[in-house]
């Protein structure tokens, strides 16, 4: 599976950013830095030839937009979903909360078109509308969905802030290993964190388990029973001293200072994690979208 190139990924933070400083500072829903932010990474899809499409929704008087980009191919009864929130808080650009998601699944599916990738599952790639302020649009997709085709979702992966400064490396429970969140998520999830726990194995950084809880945009898809996991870097909470010892970093800190701050810009990335991260999304997306039938799930 490929290697994610990390000047990639960060060229499209440096865009987001640029995009936030020539419109107010932000991407929040109803501003128009975040329309310009759809439009800009609907743009690089459509040139590699991806089948795009901005749902709109109405939320608290204005406009928001979910992108929906689906690669041509693969089994239409078997869709492989990879989905990050493309909005920020209004106080600033969101560059790790969740440029870095959004930056991640995009050079990833930029990445399937580069290489011809032709896995036997349908790939959907999604940047959602509204997630602070509830997971509007990533809601709003999901009730839209008629029921055949939830159906024929196999499973969402989610990415919301993918490269903490003093990150952690945590998978949605799925599996409720860790016994953290409301126990094991629909049946597909330990698979689905499995692979993702194989790909950190490979590159020997322990993993830890994170509330499969819904605090993000697989909250909707798991409460209607569609398979979800996901890596996630850290926000608010601190770091304890054991896993200051596993990852490094420093202990009794913030995973991200600059959670829903200002200061959440381009300097606040660990180029290390978002590297790490984004190889994880590329494994994932290849190992389970498969080349044959025998990856069911
Ligand atoms: N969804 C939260 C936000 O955008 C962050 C978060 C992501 C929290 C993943 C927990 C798990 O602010
Ligand atoms: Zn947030
Ligand atoms: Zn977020
Ligand atoms: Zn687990």
Redesign the pocket.
Known sequence: TPDISLANVKGHLNQLQQIANANGGNRAHGQPGFKASIDYVKQKLDAVGFQTEIQSFSYSGRTGYNLIADWPGGQADQVLMAGA?LDS?SRGAGIN??GSGSAAILEVALEVARSGHQPDKHLRFAWWGA??LGLIGSTHYVDELSSAERARIDGYY?F??VGSPNAGY?L?DGDNSDGTGSGPGPEGSAQMEGVLEDYFGSINVATRG??FDG???YGPFIRVGIAAG?T?TG?EGRKTSAEAQLWGGTAGQAYDQC??ASCDTTSNINDTALNRNADAIAYAMWTLGGSESANDF
């Open positions: 929130h808080v909360d969740n997630e602070e989610n919301d802030m945590f949605y994170t509330d605090r993000s945009d996901g996630f926000a959670y829903h």
